[in-house]
């Protein structure tokens, strides 16, 4: 019983909290009509296991629109969508081209979010 637990408390440890960034376009504000910069913004706070892709999976997406270095495991109750900017809405989703920030500031370039029953599977691209 000790085993199984010091094994399920070590697992977690490599969970890390990531960040998930989309560039916003420019816009001009409706209500104001000042323009409004883009940029860089936060859509979702993460909770993630990111693993280094295997070799023969690696291989398997070489030279495709999906060729990834590495795979970001998140559990769909470990995602924290952000409200969007100056709108009652959330965020809803991760998409492809969104960038992964993990707790080192490291970043990667979201490849293809497969989203699956209870958790996602992200892989990704180091920049």
């Not at 989703?93 to 992964?100: A, P, R, S, Y």
């Amino acid at each position: 019983m000790v085993a199984i637990k010091m094994e399920v408390c070590s697992r977690m440890r490599d969970f890390e909290e990531c960040k998930i960034k989309r560039e916003i376009d420019g816009y001009t504000d409706p209500e104001t009509g000042q323009w409004v910069d883009g940029g860089e913004e936060t859509i979702a706070e993460i909770i993630a296991d990111i693993q280094p892709q295997t070799g023969q999976r690696r291989e398997m997406e070489l030279q495709t629109d999906y060729e990834s270095d590495y795979i970001a495991f998140v559990y769909k109750k470990d995602i924290d969508y952000k409200e969007k900017p100056d709108n009652e809405e959330y965020y809803s989703e991760i998409q492809k081209g969104d960038v992964l920030e993990d707790d080192a500031s490291k970043k990667y370039d979201i490849v293809f979010p497969a989203n699956w029953k209870t958790h996602l599977e992200i892989e990704l691209e180091a920049v």
